[in-house]
């Protein structure tokens, strides 16, 4: 039972690029979660898809979009890359009508902007 | 939203020694759920409080949530080098407000 995939693990980008991050959910999981951690923070809930459509989003600029795909992948998209968007970007896979509220989190992928 | 600050953001002790980290709000919470970040890894989820002063151990570590459901706090018994890392509450269920986290330093 393969768990939450991300890709790639690390880049390097330079400001004003754009960068698209990948997620595989949880085999059996409809729900993929955005967050964004800073160095030495908790996560920061960007946005969450289901059923391929943006359901909620955080505190966070238009340059963060996203998308889900009928397998239930993802992909997150940021415009215009600042210096402040390096960070740990994890996905976060659940199920809908989980009772739990349990997030499975993929191990990330750490940007650094330049 | 919901917010959560936790205290201390860190912690450093003898192995063998008690550790706890709390976990406050000014506002009622939902729920309260924990997850461990071991370093270099990704959260991984601990366990969930829902209601008013619940309690809930697993093995050496043991979780309470206020009867006001205004804070949480985990404690851990006689911790070991394996229970390094940072841990972090968060209110919410699949979107979460987590907390800055409490990072362990267990010495041996």
């Known amino acids: 039972d393969a768990g939450v995939t991300q890709s790639p693990t690390h880049l390097i980008k330079t400001r004003g690029q754009q960068v698209t991050l990948r997620c595989s959910p949880k085999s059996g999981h409809d729900t993929v979660s955005w967050y964004q951690q800073a160095l030495g923070q908790g996560p920061q809930f960007i946005f969450q898809y289901y059923e391929e459509e943006e359901r909620q989003r955080g505190n966070f600029p238009d340059r963060f979009s996203g998308h889900q795909f009928p397998n239930y992948s993802s992909e997150l998209n940021v415009n215009a890359l600042l210096l402040g968007d390096s960070a740990l970007y994890l996905c976060?896979?659940?199920?809908?009508?989980?009772?739990?509220?349990?997030?499975?989190f993929g191990e990330g992928s750490r940007l650094t902007v330049l | 939203g919901q917010q959560v600050m936790q205290i201390p953001q860190y912690q450093h002790v003898q192995e063998g020694e008690d550790f706890t980290t709390y976990c406050n709000s000014s506002?009622?919470?939902?729920?309260i759920q924990w997850y461990k970040q071991r370093p270099g890894g990704h959260p991984v989820f601990l366990i969930q409080?829902?209601?008013?002063?619940e309690v809930k151990k697993q093995k050496r570590l043991t979780f309470q949530f206020g009867e006001a459901k205004k804070n949480s706090s985990l404690h851990i018994t006689a911790t070991q080098t394996t229970d390094v890392g940072t841990y972090f509450c968060?209110?919410?269920?699949?979107?979460?407000?987590f907390g800055k986290g409490t990072m362990l330093l267990v010495s041996p």
């Open positions: 968060a209110a919410g269920y699949s979107t979460l407000t």
């Open positions: 976060a896979s659940s199920l809908v009508r989980t009772q739990t509220g349990e997030l499975f």
């Open positions: 409080l829902v209601k008013s002063g």
């Open positions: 506002t009622t919470l939902s729920n």
